[in-house]
C-alpha cells in the first residue's frame, strides 16, 4: 500500500468510525462528540495556517466569530433559512479574513501574533459596541423552531450530530487534499524556509494570504455551524480565550498532522470534563496533564505518533 | 558531435554574448552600506568566479542579483532586461537558479518533494526530474528521506538540484563546496563543469584559488565592496603577486 493510499484509509476510516460511534456510544458522549467535531473544524482550519504555513495567529475568534454573526444576525433580521444563513455566515468570514489577512500578513513573527490579537480584539468591541443588534456579553438564542433543514431537525441529537459529522468530514477531506497537492508543499516550504521559497520563485505573499482566507472560512464555517446547532450566539466567543483554544488543540493534538486537531480537541474536551468531575480544582489537574504532555510529547499526540510509528502521516 | 558542441561554446565566449550584467550597483543593510559599484558579466558556457576577502560583499552581490537585498543604485540584467525592478519571486522564473551557502533545503520534506517544490515553479518539461536525477544518481536512491537527514554533501547536492529543477539559464553557487570532504568536492565540481559544457553561465563564489583555477574562465575580484579587476583564469594564475594582494594567501 503506497502512502497516498494508506492516508485515504485514514481518513475515511476515522469519519466512518465516527459515524458508528453515535450509535455505539451513550447520548451524553454523542452529545459531546457532536460539539467536539464543530470544535475540530475550528481547529483544522486553524491547523492550516499554523501547522502547515507556520503562522501563528492570536485572532482566530475574530473569525469563528464572523461567521457565527454572519448567521445569526442574518437568521435573526433577515429570517434567513439556515442554508441561506451559513452561506451568509461564510461570506463574512471570506471577506473579514481577505482584510486581515492583507493587512497582518505585512507582519511577521511576533507583529504577526500581535496585530491579529488586535484584529480580534477590535471585532470583539465591535460587537459590543453593537449590542442593540448583537446583544453583546448576553447574546442571543436561535429559536428551535428556525433550526429546521427541510425535515431534518437540527436540534435532534441525530439531526445536530450528523450535521456536525458532515461538517467535519468535508473540512477533513479538503484539508487532506490540499496538504498533498502542490499547494500545500508551497505552504510547508515556507514554514520550513520563507526566503528559500522566494529565491525559488513562489509568491510568498500570495500563497500566505489564499492560507490565511481558507483557514479563516474554515474557522468561520465551524463558527456558524456552532451557532445552528447550539442555538446560540454571543460576544464570548469573540474573545482572546477563544483565539487561544485552537492554538492549545492543536499544540496538543500535533501541529501539521491532518487527524492532529481532532485529536486535540477530544483530548482537552474530556481532560476538562473528567477532571472537573473529581475536583472543583479542574484547571489543576489539566495543567499538570498539559506540562506532561508538552514534557514528553512535544510535537503532540498525532506529531508523536507520526514521529515513532507511523512516519507516513500526512 | 561532442566537439562542435566545444566550439559552439568557445564561439560564444569569443563574441561575448552577456548573459547576465552586473553594472555598478550599490547596496547595503540599512545604514550599512555594503556595495559601492560592482559590476561583472558572464556569458553562456562561461564560468565566473567571484573572489574576495570574508565580508568583501560576495554573498551581498547574489543576494542582490536574487532581489533579496534591494539596490540603490546601478543595473542588474538578464539577456539584456534589466530585472532588478521585478519583485522577488519572479527573478528565479525568468531563468536564474540560485544555490545559497550553507544549503537552505526544506529540511522536513522529503528529497523527492524539494526537487518538487523546483519544478513546480515553472512547469518545464518532463523529463526534468529524470535530467536532475541523472546528474545525481545517489538522490535518486534517496527519494523518500527527509531532506535534514542527508549528509553535507547530498544536501548540498539536492540543493542544486532543485535550482536547475527550475531549468535556469543562470547558475549562482556560493561557495558549493565548502566543508565538505575531497570525494564530494570532486563530484560537484564535475557537475559543475558539465552545467558549464550544457550552456549554463555560471557564478561562483569561491575561496580556494586551487578551486579557482581549475574552474573559472574568469575572475573578478572584489575588494571592500567594489570590483577591483576582472582578469581571466590563466593571467591570475601567472600572476601570483594579485593572488597575494586581494586574497592575502
Redesign the interface.
Known sequence: MTDIQRSNWLHIGVVIALACSFFILPEYHSGNLARILVLAVYAMGYNLLFGYTGLLSLGHALFFAAGMYGLGLAMQFFDFNPIAAVIAGLILALVVSICVGFLALRTTGVAFMIVTLMFAQAGYLTILYFGEYTRGDEGFVIQQADRMVGMIDLTSPMGRFFTALLLFAICFFIVAYIVRSGFGLALVAIRENEERATMLGYDVMRLKLQAVVISGVMSGSAGAAYALLFGYAGATFATVQYSIFPLLWVLLGGAGVTIGPLIGTIFMFYLIDYSSAITPAYMLIAGLALVLLTLFAPQGLAGELRRRYLPWLP | MKSAKTNLSKAHIWVRLKMLEVKDIYAGYGQVQVLHGVSLDVAAGEILCVMGRNGAGKTTLLRSI?G?VQIEDGVISLEGEAINTL???????RGIG?I?QGR??????TVS?NI???L???KVSNDTRDWVLDLFPRLRERLDQRAGTLSGGEQQMLATA??LA?RPKVLLLDEPTEGLQPSMIEQIRQVILKMKDEGFAIVLVEQRIDAVLALADRVTMIENGKSVETLTAKELGASPDKIKRYLGV
Open positions: 536574487m533579496i519583485p522577488g519571486h519572479e527573478i528565479p522564473r540560485y545559497p537552505r533545503l526544506f529540511p522536513e520534506l518533494e518538487e517544490m523546483g513546480m515553479v515553472r532543485r535550482a527550475l
